[in-house]
């Protein structure tokens, strides 16, 4: 069955880096989204993505933030100047069609911030 | 943007019992969609059901139902004779189809005992 794949799986970064989280959706998937967990807490949405430019994004997904399908299979999450508080499970996620197929998820990438 | 609140933050079910997991969302959408997703302790998020805000019959997939209740805006998953390998962080999902944001609630730990 296809999977959404995400790199690494383990980032440790100093305060104030730039990181770059990976991740190849599954191929015929529309829609693409991030989200973060922090350890033990809910799911939390950042920011979603269609036809190559964001549909929605929370009020976490500031200035820091931004996304980007370089080519036709990758989709990544740059965060410029990383925060301490940024520490925290990165999910990917792809849909076929949006509202009514389910979001299918990664295996995450853990960052911490140093 | 939608709300979905689980005030179960914890549940406990007799092993080859059957349990339900709570969940109660807002939405300004007429058409909208609701998932429940299972995280276990390795951290994955596994998809289980999706209910369509038409649909008129309760979804089921194996030993899982959504118990959907539209007029009192509720979506609860029961599990149907549990086993110890359904311990794990349950989450209440739901997307609009004018929002591409898939959002969560703040999960249910459920433990079965033996």
């Known amino acids: 069955e296809p999977e959404v794949t995400q790199t690494p799986s383990h980032q440790v970064t100093q305060m104030g880096q730039e990181v770059i989280l990976r991740c190849v959706p599954i191929s015929n998937h529309l829609y693409f989204y991030w989200y973060r967990q922090i350890l033990g807490q809910k799911v939390e949405f950042l920011v979603s993505f269609y036809n190559n430019e964001i549909s929605e994004k929370s009020e976490i997904f500031d200035d820091q933030f931004s996304v980007e399908r370089p080519d036709g299979s990758n989709f990544t999450l740059k965060i410029r100047s990383t925060k301490l508080e940024d520490s925290a499970m990165y999910f990917c996620?792809?849909?076929?069609?949006?509202?009514?197929?389910?979001?299918?998820f990664g295996n995450g990438t853990r960052l911490t911030v140093t | 943007a939608q709300k979905i609140t689980q005030t179960q933050p914890g549940m406990f079910v007799q092993e080859k019992e059957a349990v339900t997991l709570d969940c109660t969302y807002d939405?300004?959408?007429?058409?909208?969609?609701l998932f429940w997703y299972k995280q276990p302790s390795s951290g994955e998020m596994i998809f289980l059901i999706y209910?369509?805000?038409?649909?008129?019959q309760n979804a089921t997939e194996g030993r899982y139902s959504l118990n959907f209740q539209k007029a009192r805006k509720s979506a609860n998953l029961v599990i149907s004779a549990s086993q110890l390998g359904d311990s794990a962080m349950y989450f209440c999902?739901?997307?609009?189809?004018?929002?591409?944001?898939?959002?969560f609630g703040a999960g249910t730990r459920l433990t079965v005992k033996p």
């Open positions: 209910q369509g805000s038409y649909d008129e």
């Open positions: 939405t300004s959408d007429q058409s909208y969609g």
């Open positions: 996620a792809s849909s076929q069609t949006g509202i009514n197929s389910p979001l299918h």
């Open positions: 999902a739901t997307i609009g189809y004018n929002n591409n944001d898939m959002r």
